[in-house]
């Protein structure tokens, strides 16, 4: 009867071939998954600055307004406005898809108008059926 360290009958033989599949095996699903967080980590690096230039354009609008004539803030910068149109230029330059609109309602109580800018968009890598991106600042513009 053979032993079982008999050299001439191992009883591991292949083992090591199936050490090193599962190895393999390890390593791939490690390199996938590193592969996925790296590319969705780019999608959320790409969101964050659509968000950031939206919040800025929109402060920026809103500088402009503190800045101009209040008395002719609706006629200037609401949607339609000569100012609104040359901003709005600005947003589809910036902003892949970019579009606005500005409200500027008057606010007796509080002597002032209250100002409301949407500004949305749609990143390039996303699909058709995937909703829009928006931004929303609502602001108050004190009296004139």
Request: glycine share 6%; with cysteine.
């Amino acid at each position: 009867m053979p032993s079982a360290f008999d050299p001439r009958h191992p009883r591991q033989a292949g083992f090591a071939l199936m050490e090193c599949l599962f190895a393999i095996l390890i390593f791939s699903v490690g390199i996938l998954a590193l592969l996925s967080l790296q590319a969705t980590s780019i999608a959320e690096t790409s969101a964050a600055r659509y968000r950031t230039d939206a919040s800025l354009l929109a402060n920026r609008l809103v500088g402009e307004m503190w800045a101009s004539n209040r008395a002719t803030l609706a006629a200037n910068f609401a949607t339609g406005g000569t100012r609104f149109a040359a901003w709005k230029t600005n947003v589809a330059q910036v902003l892949p898809s970019g579009d606005a609109t500005v409200t500027v309602a008057a606010n007796p109580g509080l002597a002032g108008n209250l100002v409301t800018i949407r500004v949305t968009w749609k990143a390039p890598t996303e699909q058709a059926t995937a909703p829009v991106h928006n931004y929303t600042l609502l602001t108050q513009i004190g009296p004139p």
